[in-house]
């Protein structure tokens, strides 16, 4: 069996894969990052990249490897690097977001990222071809990394069989279509059954409200040994992209492998229960040009709560952690949201609700080291009904149960799967629906949870848990490096 992976757009990857700790090495890079210029789309771009790479390098790891990248900015912004799906358990240092685990690299400055990879197993490189023989399986990992959209993954002709879905194992699950959100990635078995010629393979999106988005479709070639290069290659029959229903068949589908490698069981009590509900919303808007309304621009809350990433008040949500600082965030996150409505009903905003306008603010859900939390993520349609992939960072999650309309304990806690539920870092909670997530808080430190749809999180559809220190060294955060950027 062959490994490949399909990848519509990144910056740099990491290819893990399970071997024996006996041979754990450090791996070392360096990453360059700077503005480089090139044709794209037929005019001329310029984009951001590591070592003036497009796609950007590859790290290649194994289990119990120590990763070790040198970031020396050379662009003109302030940056960082989050690693998607690494848990940093231990390394909260290397985690990424900007002002919550560290300030920023400036321009012109470096920082060090280090971290264990520990019951992990991911990759993130890119191909457009794929060159296969009659009769084989492979193993595809396809990974969205879009800023803004979900999509389709389709290959004419052929279907899969679903291994894992971010970096967790499920039990085989087959269908001809893959549906992925920003930050999503799932592990396929693909068998080359077809006669032989060429297929194409599409990224399509999946479009779950009438925002306007890039509506192109990406294309790769699956070529069979011995087709012919004059042949055109055979189209998929891709979904409308507006099916939720298939969307959701998929989601919902996926579940645990039970037993299997790094498989963790349900927590069954609970210490932490949240209702937290989230959408997009309003702020107000005195600006000339930029207002979404009159008087008023987009904005976006976590239970009435729009959150603001600590600019200018001189530590990381981390740091100020570390050392006790305050200032910088403060423990109030609620709950539950101040009132209740009808959440996936839009609202009539024009009138000034003030359901819409949730105060700016930077606050954390403080919860003690391995307490589990129960969450019901509740999406919301003040403005507008939409499919959101939520990511937690730091904790991976079993997904219990997901459904559409307002969540309702009494009917849908029945459904609950505690038997072998699917193991997430990003949940896309279903359009005008909900989903119910739990985890165990044992990686004590400031985590974030956002909107992985890029635009959402600026506007402040977010938050962050403060797991408290445990009660060893291991179990506690530990000092941060001397070089740590400065806010």
Same mark, same amino acid.
């Given at each position: 069996?062959k ?41 001329? *771009? ?14 290649n790891?194994?289990?119990g ?21 690494? /848990?940093q ?30 019951? *992990?197993?991911?990759?993130?490189p ?47 699950y ?15 078995? $693909? ?31 699956v ?6 290069? /004059? ?54 808007c ?20 729009s959150?603001?990433?600590p ?27 101040? $009132? ?18 949730? @105060? ?16 019901? /993520? ?10 959101? @992939? ?6 991976? $999650? ?62 402040? /559809?977010?938050?962050?848990f ?11 955060v530990?000092? @941060? @490096?001397a ?5």
């Amino acid at each position: 069996m062959k490994r490949f992976v399909f990848c519509p757009a990144w910056a740099f990857a990491l290819l893990l894969a399970s071997f024996s700790l006996a041979s754990a090495v450090v791996v070392e890079h360096t990453f360059n990052v700077e503005e480089i210029s090139l044709q794209r789309l037929c005019r001329p *771009q310029v984009i951001t990249a590591v070592n003036r790479r497009v796609p950007g390098p590859t790290i290649n790891v194994r289990e119990g490897d120590t990763v070790v990248v040198h970031v020396v900015n050379k662009s003109p912004y302030n940056l960082t690097l989050h690693w998607h799906g690494i /848990l940093q358990l231990g390394t909260q240092w290397s985690d990424g977001p900007e002002y919550v685990t560290q300030c920023p690299i400036p321009s012109g400055g470096n920082y060090t990222y280090q971290f264990h990879i520990t019951e *992990q197993e991911e990759t993130t490189p890119e191909t457009y071809k794929l060159n296969v023989k009659r009769g084989k399986t492979y193993l595809l990992r396809i990974i969205n990394a879009a800023l803004n959209e979900q999509h389709f993954f389709k290959i004419a002709n052929h279907s899969f069989t679903v291994v894992a879905v971010d970096a967790a194992y499920t039990k085989q699950y087959h269908t001809d279509v893959l549906v992925l959100a920003p930050g999503h990635t799932v592990d396929v078995l $693909f068998t080359a059954n077809q006669k032989i010629g060429s297929y194409y393979m599409a990224f399509t999106p999946y479009r779950s409200s009438d925002v306007g988005i890039n509506n192109s479709t990406t294309r790769g070639v699956v070529v069979y040994e011995g087709a012919s290069s /004059l042949a055109k290659p055979v189209d998929p029959n891709l979904p409308d992209p507006f099916d939720t229903p298939t969307a959701h068949k998929f989601y919902t589908n996926i579940t645990g492998l039970v037993g299997g490698p790094h498989w963790v069981p349900v927590p069954r009590k609970v210490d932490e229960h949240m209702f937290i509900t989230f959408g997009i919303g309003l702020d107000h808007c005195n600006e000339v040009a930029g207002c979404a309304l009159p008087n008023s621009k987009l904005s976006a809350s976590m239970n009435n709560e729009s959150f603001v990433l600590p600019r200018g008040r001189g530590f990381s949500m981390l740091e100020a952690f570390y050392g006790n600082i305050s200032g910088v965030y403060t423990r109030n996150f609620p709950n539950r949201p101040p $009132f209740e409505f009808n959440y996936t009903e839009p609202l009539s905003i024009l009138n000034g609700d003030p359901i819409a306008f949730a @105060p700016k603010s930077t606050k954390v859900k403080t919860v003690k080291f391995n307490s589990t939390i129960q969450i019901v /993520l509740q999406n919301t349609a003040i403005l507008a009904a939409e499919n959101h @992939p939520i990511h937690i960072h730091g904790f991976n $999650f079993h997904v219990l149960a997901q459904g559409f309309g307002n969540y309702n304990a009494t009917r849908d806690e029945p459904k609950f799967n505690l038997v072998n539920p699917q193991i997430r870092n990003t949940i896309a909670v279903p359009v005008a629906g909900w989903a119910v997530i739990r985890f165990q808080a044992n990686n004590p430190g400031i985590w974030l949870m956002h909107c992985h749809l890029e635009t959402h999180l600026p506007w402040g /559809l977010g938050m962050a848990f403060e797991v408290e220190n445990g009660p060893t060294p291991s179990t506690r955060v530990p000092p @941060p @490096p001397a070089y740590l950027p400065k806010c």
